[in-house]
């Protein structure tokens, strides 16, 4: 195998990352290999059914279940979650809807309101010197 081809490899880690699943849930197969970015580019144009099954039950890694909870990474850890979930469980606490999921999608959407009216100001001022 030429250092080009070598090159074109990820660890199972970072292609899980980009395909959203959680490792540790994923196939040995997968698990102990490398992926070529053409085999990434093929799970994700046609995932094989445990790919699917992952992405649609789970368990999820943190940053899928913060934005499936609509809060951020930080967000999980102060509401007490640090394990990945499963669609159940994050639909379970959609609708209990705790007081910390609560406080931390109050916390989130501020912070979008914010980054929206500085992303606003910016353009502002751009095109103000224009």
């Known amino acids: 195998m030429s250092s080009h081809q070598t090159a074109q490899t990820m660890k199972p880690a970072t292609a899980a990352k980009k395909l959203g699943v959680y490792l ?7 698990q102990e ?13 046609n995932p094989p059914e445990w790919l699917r099954e992952l992405r649609a039950n789970g368990p999820h890694p ?3 279940v913060a934005t499936k909870l609509g ?12 394990e990945p979930l499963t669609t159940e ?9 705790p007081e ?3 406080r931390e999608r109050a916390t989130q959407a501020e912070v979008r309101k914010e980054t ?5 100001l910016k ?8």
């Open 24 to 30: 540790p849930a994923t196939p040995a197969a997968f």
């Open 33 to 45: 290999g490398v992926v070529s970015r053409a085999e990434l580019t093929e799970l994700q144009a």
């Open 62 to 64: 943190r940053p899928v």
């Open 71 to 82: 809060v951020s990474i930080a967000g999980l850890a102060r509401g007490g979650v640090t």
């Open 89 to 97: 469980q994050i639909e379970e606490l959609k609708s209990e809807l």
């Open 100 to 102: 910390w999921l609560q």
């Open 116 to 120: 929206v009216r500085l992303k606003n």
């Open 123 to 130: 353009r502002e001022k751009e095109s103000g010197q224009g």
